[in-house]
């Protein structure tokens, strides 16, 4: 498994950035939202994903071991391939992908192309849980957050949303604090930012 590469940037284009090291170009197949991290940059390292199959071997490439894993965590769902899992990491920063899933926002996932409600409805159900779970979530640079405590329902997810966006768990969750469980997570947000925009 390859697990990085480090080199100059040769070459690059729609969905694919060149990294030559020690004389050999490694063609990564990427996202808009890493070759605009890396555009301007001699040298670059991409985390790398390497598919093996039947008759094809592709090098997918990405900026930051967060969108790495998103695109891992993609590819397992049914029905969702590489070029989807590329497709949706173009329109979304691993953040805002994160967001999506954890408020249930499937329609969110259907602006980007060649995904379908279906398929934008399984990504949001077989990844809520795994999204809810992660350990850390990057939001800023390098600044990592803990993952939201377990309240159960709508309040959870709110509380996760919400921590995605940049609040501490603390103030996430005195946010939310007396909170209506049975309430859909998007009002549950809205009025958690109205009370932190307050402070």
Known sequence: MIYSVRGKLIHTESELAVVECAGVGYACKTTFYTLQKIAGEDEVTLYTHLAVRENDVDLFGFSSQEELRCFRMLITVSGVGPKAALSILSGNTPSQFAL???TGDHKALTKCKGIGAKTAQRIVLELKDKIAKENTISVRGSETI?????????VQEAVT???VLGYSESEAAQALSGA????PVEELI???LISLARF
């Open 190 to 192: 809205k009025k958690a």
């Open 180 to 183: 209506d469980p049975t309430a």
């Open 100 to 102: 999506t899933v954890a």
């Open 161 to 163: 949303a919400l921590i």
């Open 146 to 154: 803990a993952a939201a405590p377990v309240m159960g329902g709508a």
